[in-house]
């Protein structure tokens, strides 16, 4: 069965620093992945996508920028982190099973930039 | 591009109560409408996904209807319990598109 891990659990950093947020999915091979913020008491915002290696969509622009090094892992980085970075960061992952977008979540990084 | 819209936002119900969250879209083309549920601090969890070769959906005591027509959805629950009190999500796309565009999310509580 598919795994979707994402680490760290939760950070706090301070404004100014870099991040760098990592998900790795197991038990499937080249999956569509992503990167969800959700603000506090707020909707899911999509912030990059992936169909395979080296490609990625943006879909706000941001001080955030993602990466795709090799075929279930996905990372996401920033050079400068601000207060408005706060939030739970969600990896999700899809494989298209007869032409249908089913994405499921990892577990989230909760992110405080103090 | 696609538009889905949730309503209402909260929504609130005694036990034992159905609840009703509704959705629209504004692309045709979309064929496909999952929902999810998250708890609170944890992440969103696919429960139930309605495709357009059909107008209806059920698993126990969640069901999803479409109609393709109107370009709407709704996820219906019945002899709600304290444990669905949860934030649920629509969201809709098509066989040609990558992503999912989501609805703002309902927030339903159940009171015992």
């Known amino acids: 069965s598919q795994t979707i891990h994402q680490w760290p659990a939760t950070l706090v950093q301070p404004v100014g620093s870099p991040l760098s947020l990592e998900c790795t999915v197991e038990?499937?091979?080249?999956?569509?992945l992503y990167w969800y913020r959700q603000a506090a008491g707020r909707g899911l915002q999509l912030l990059f996508y992936s169909v395979g290696i080296g490609q990625i969509s943006s879909e706000v622009p941001q001080n955030l920028s993602a990466s795709r090094p090799q075929d279930r892992q996905f990372i996401l980085s920033s050079k400068k982190l601000l207060l408005s970075d706060s939030g739970f960061y969600l990896c999700?992952?899809?494989?298209?099973?007869?032409?249908?977008?089913?994405?499921?979540f990892g577990p989230g990084t909760r992110l405080t930039v103090l | 591009g696609e538009n889905v819209e949730q309503h209402p936002s909260t929504l609130s119900v005694q036990e034992g109560d159905s609840a009703v969250i509704k959705c629209t879209y504004s692309d045709s083309a979309s064929n496909y409408f999952p929902w999810y549920k998250q708890e609170l601090g944890k992440r969103p969890q696919l429960i139930i996904d309605?495709?357009?070769?059909?107008g209806e959906k059920k698993d126990q005591r969640i069901a999803v209807t479409l109609n393709k027509t109107a370009k709407h959805f709704s996820l219906h629950i019945t002899e709600t319990q304290p444990e669905d009190s949860a934030v649920y999500f629509c969201?809709?796309?098509?066989?040609?598109?990558?992503?999912?565009?989501f609805g703002t999310g309902t927030r339903l509580l159940v009171s015992p």
């Open positions: 969201a809709a796309s098509n066989t040609g598109f990558q992503k999912l565009v």
């Open positions: 309605i495709r357009s070769n059909v």
């Open positions: 038990g499937t091979s080249n999956p569509n």
């Open positions: 999700a992952w899809s494989v298209r099973t007869g032409g249908y977008n089913e994405q499921f």
